[in-house]
C-alpha cells in the first residue's frame, strides 16, 4: 500500500508524464536531460503540490529535494551520476511520500535493470536503425540514466491506478 494518493496521482502524473517522457528520449538522444525539463517538473511540483497536498506535507516535501540534490551532487563529484541526473532526480523528489521510499527503491531497481538491458538489447538490433543518430548508441559504457529515472518517476504516479 502506498502513501501516495490516487487523488494525488491525478494531479500530479499529467504533469510528469509528459516531462519524463522528454526526459527519456533527449537522454537516450543526446546523453543530456536539458535543465528546461528539470525546471519544467519542478515548478509542475510547486504549482499542483498546493492542490494535492496538505500544506505541511507540502513544505516538508522540499527537503526531499535538498537531500536528494547533495547526494546527486556527491554521486556526480565522484563520477557516479550525471549533472543531469542528479538534477533530475532532486526535481522528482518531491513528487514521492517519504514513507513510499523502499518501494521507489525496489521499482527504481527494477526500472534500471530493465531500461539498461532493454537499451542494450535495441542497441546491438536492427532496430537501432530507426534513430541511427543517438548518442546513447556510441557512449560506449555510459548508460541514459534519465531512462529509468524518468520510468521509475511516471510508474509511481501511474501505481494508485493499477491498483
Known amino acids: 500500500m502506498l502513501a501516495l494518493s490516487t487523488a494525488q496521482a491525478v494531479w500530479f502524473l499529467p504533469a510528469a508524464l509528459p516531462i519524463g517522457i522528454y526526459v527519456a528520449w533527449n537522454d537516450m538522444r543526446a546523453m543530456k536531460i536539458p535543465n528546461i525539463a528539470v525546471y519544467a517538473l519542478l515548478i509542475s511540483f510547486a504549482v499542483l503540490g498546493l492542490f494535492a497536498l496538505p500544506f505541511d506535507e507540502y513544505l516538508w516535501r522540499y527537503v526531499h529535494l535538498i537531500v536528494v540534490l547533495v547526494i546527486g551532487i556527491a554521486l556526480n ?23 513510499d521510499l523502499a518501494s521507489l527503491l525496489y521499482l527504481f531497481s527494477g526500472c534500471l535493470l530493465s531500461g539498461y538491458v532493454i537499451h542494450r538489447i535495441v542497441r546491438a538490433s536492427p532496430l537501432r536503425r530507426l534513430v541511427p543518430d543517438w548518442e546513447s548508441w556510441k557512449s560506449g559504457k555510459r548508460f541514459p540514466m534519465g531512462l529509468p529515472l524518468a520510468a521509475t518517476l511516471i510508474l509511481y504516479l501511474a501505481l494508485p491506478f493499477l491498483a
Open 77 to 99: 563529484a565522484i563520477g557516479a551520476l550525471g549533472a543531469g541526473d542528479a538534477k533530475f532526480a532532486a526535481a522528482a523528489a518531491p513528487f514521492i511520500a517519504l514513507a
